[in-house]
């Protein structure tokens, strides 16, 4: 089946540090991958997406690059800030579905 | 204007009522999702409708009834419910089926069932 693997937070990191979210998936066909952002008390908002293989998506300074040999999609930021605290959420698409990693809390400190 | 908007945001209830939570879109999507979310914030798909059509039904107790009276609403109705039913629930929209499409989310309905 259509899957993804996301690393397990909370991740708590300073202000200006580098982040890394994992993500792995397993898919059948060709999927569209997706980077999902939740806020406090807030539904999710797309950050950024990749539709196919070396695309790479990007976002207020978020990155992340579809990577078929490895079928990964990690989310990077160079230099986080206290408002990029938030849950995020890894999530593929095939065929109809929208399928979503568990999420992962990130906590950022001044 | 909020572009998915559910009610209500907050719903408290006991166990073996009845009740029902209501999305409208206001962006002209053709489908609508109910999503779950539960306590560890671990999202999953319910149901999907393509202009009124039921496109996704995933194993999901038959307690929990959607209505798609049109295009712009889709409803979740929920039967006899039970305590493992406290979770948020989101409805969400897409502009055609979902395939590649980006989803926009409305703020979620915090159900608590005593």
């Known amino acids: 089946g259509n899957s993804v693997t996301q690393m397990e937070g909370p991740v708590t990191l300073s202000e200006e540090a580098f982040l890394t979210i994992n993500c792995t998936y397993t898919?059948?066909?060709?999927?569209?991958l997706f980077w999902y952002v939740q806020y406090p008390g807030e539904g999710l908002q797309l950050l950024l997406k990749?539709?196919?293989?070396?695309d790479k998506g990007s976002n207020k300074g978020f990155e992340a690059t579809y990577r078929k040999e490895t079928t990964s999609f990690h989310l990077e930021k160079g230099s986080v800030q206290v408002s990029d605290s938030a849950v995020y959420f890894c999530a593929l698409s095939v065929g109809y579905k929208l399928s979503f990693g568990a999420g992962t809390t990130v906590t950022v400190r001044a | 204007d909020t572009a998915v908007s559910q009610t209500p945001k907050y719903l408290v209830t006991q166990m073996g009522n009845d009740k029902s939570i209501k999305c409208e879109q206001n962006l002209g999507h053709d489908t609508m999702y109910w999503y779950k979310q539960d306590s560890k914030k671990f999202l999953k798909i319910m149901f999907s409708y393509n202009n009124k059509e039921l496109i996704i039904n995933e194993t999901v107790p038959n307690r929990f009834s959607p209505k798609s009276p049109d295009k712009a609403h889709l409803n979740l109705h929920i039967n006899s419910l039970e305590l493992g039913d406290s979770a948020v629930y989101f409805c969400a929209s897409s502009p055609g089926t979902g395939i590649g499409e980006k989803l926009f989310f409305g703020s979620g309905t915090q159900l608590s069932v005593l």
């Open positions: 990749a539709t196919k293989a070396d």
């Open positions: 898919a059948t066909g060709y999927p569209s």
